[in-house]
């Protein structure tokens, strides 16, 4: 429950976005895969999300990593 978009802008367009899925009552969807990793993160960090899916715009792919960069950085 309670995904969470990030976006990236360049000037007035969303050239990238991103899904952020919050750790809750039935945990992550990578827990399936690495339970260990996920409670080592939690016992160290606190509170974790998992990032979903990133999709950049077409006309935007080469600025891939900044776009990423910038969703997380702002």
Do not use: Q, T
């Not at 969470?4 to 367009?13: G, I, K, S, T």
């Not at 809750?24 to 996920?38: F, H, K, Q, R, T």
């Not at 077409?58 to 600025?63: M, N, S």
């Amino acid at each position: 429950p309670g995904i969470a978009f990030a976006l990236a802008m360049l000037r007035d367009e969303v050239i990238a976005v991103c899904a952020l899925i919050p750790d809750g009552p039935y945990g992550l969807p990578s827990e399936a895969e690495m339970p260990g990793e996920m409670n080592e993160a939690r016992r160290r960090i606190g509170r974790v999300v998992e990032v979903g899916s990133v999709v950049v715009a077409r006309e935007h792919r080469a600025l891939s990593r900044k776009a990423v960069v910038m969703m997380f950085v702002a």
